[in-house]
């Protein structure tokens, strides 16, 4: 019995490290009006991350470190927003704050 619990217990220490994400950041914020935008997207080079808006907040996972490009899809009648040079550090979020997306 003690056999099995080492073997579990020893199954799951490793499982928890295998599958543990790389060190990546966050980009997060707020969008006005709420229900103005539906999804979110980062591209830094060849990669693209995206996020669904849910009740005017985003936060995009898994961004590695680096600089990038994030463009808010606007809802008609508002315009898309494209903020440019957002700068991602590994294990933290940036905030972009409150984006304002006008009609």
């Known amino acids: 019995m003690k056999k099995i619990f080492v073997s579990i217990f020893t199954l799951a220490v490793i499982g928890t490290f295998a599958f543990k994400n790389a060190?990546?950041?966050?980009?997060?914020g707020k969008?006005?009006?709420?229900?103005?935008?539906?999804?979110?997207?980062?591209?830094?080079?060849?990669?693209?991350?995206?996020s669904p808006?849910?009740?005017g907040i985003f936060t995009i996972k898994g961004a590695k470190a680096g600089s990038y490009t994030v463009i808010i899809g606007a809802k008609s009648p508002?315009?898309?927003?494209?903020?440019?040079?957002?700068?991602?550090?590994?294990?933290?979020?940036?905030?972009?704050?409150?984006?304002k997306l006008a009609e």
């Not at 060190?23 to 997060?28: A, E, L, N, V």
């Not at 700068?87 to 940036?94: F, P």
């Open 78 to 99: 508002f315009k898309d927003v494209t903020v440019t040079n957002v700068k991602v550090e590994d294990d933290r979020t940036t905030d972009l704050g409150e984006i």
């Open 31 to 50: 969008v006005t009006p709420a229900d103005a935008a539906s999804q979110v997207w980062a591209f830094q080079g060849s990669d693209t991350l995206r």
């Open 23 to 28: 060190d990546t950041g966050s980009i997060s």
């Open 53 to 55: 808006v849910t009740d």
